[in-house]
């Protein structure tokens, strides 16, 4: 997958966080990621179709790491995973995916947004909207990990 397309996701989500939970989040080396199960407790997936291609990502936060961020961003201390928390994790998925729609509009990819899902519970399963390659990219907070999955059909148009 291009880097054009994976950036403005990486760049949306460290914004985001930082902007919304004084959280600082650092990214790992990309993997190709080889099943469905989520790699950590509670994940927000959401779809995105456009004119060049179609496509989805998931973010999916440690139990850990989603309860600080939460806190962070409510002002208030939780201790487990949610209800609260989980409509945190559709808010986070929403800003990072709008986000990144406004970056790549302005190279000329135009998308529309579904609605994000949920899914709770450890090993989880994520179906993604493409049968393309799912990238995988880890992130480090100083609370725990989280995860951002891409994947996208491959792009027949560049720009518009």
Known sequence: MRADIINPFLVSIVNVLATMAQTEAKVGKPVIKRDNVGQGD???????????????????????????????????????VDETVADMVGEITNMVTGGAKKI????????????????????HMISHKSKAPVILLPFETSAGSFFVEICFDDFAVKKQ
């Open 42 to 80: 509670v994940s927000g997936v959401i779809g995105l179709a456009g004119e060049q291609t179609k496509g989805s990502i998931a973010i999916t936060f440690t139990e850990k790491a989603i309860i600080d961020i939460a806190s962070r961003m409510l002002g208030e201390e939780l201790d487990k």
């Open 104 to 123: 790549l509009s302005e190279k000329g990819y135009k998308f529309n947004l579904a609605t994000p899902s949920i899914i709770v519970g450890k090993g």
